[in-house]
């Protein structure tokens, strides 16, 4: 399994249902920094936040974001590498939102970070084997489709406001070669 995870430290408010209107509405000057959430059935919300320390920064080493595969027969971590940059030319991961997908050559594509940058890894190994730099930020999970023998990986990548990352209106694909 394959999957991209997020390493930050966060605030958690468990809110009773009754009371979730009146709390989401005054956390709504406050939707950039977190999140609310209805967790049905549960009699209760949540109220997210990351916490940062007054200048910024994380509260946690790096990395804070990373893609990993999991050997889910043992369930052990097969590998793990940071995922995208939060400071330019240090591998500190990023936050991402979105998944991982794999081929059945042996590759796992992924995007989904504050840096607009589409990964190819080893799936295997975690090795990154290819980049491509995207022309706004892929805050998505890739999918992918074959015509004529062709295969075919697509991600959209429109950028994310609560992300900072560049904004745009974008669908690439790139055609995969055989091994």
Known sequence: MF????RLVAWVRMIPRAEY????????DNRIFG???RQEPAPYSIYRSFVFSPGK???????????IAVDLASGRKVWGVPLGTMVEGKETGSVNLGGPMATAGGLVFTSATIDPVF???????????WSYRLPAGAQATPMR???GGTQYVV???GGHGKLGSPQGDYVLAFALKGR
């Open 57 to 67: 920064a994380r509260c946690n080493a790096p990395p804070w974001g990373t893609t």
């Open 119 to 129: 990964r190819a890894f080893d799936a295997e190994t975690g090795k990154l084997l």
């Open 35 to 37: 999140e609310s959430g």
């Open 21 to 28: 209107a009146r709390e989401t509405e005054a956390e709504q």
């Open 145 to 147: 489709y074959t015509v």
């Open 3 to 6: 999957a991209n995870a997020n």
């Open 155 to 157: 991600i959209c990548a």
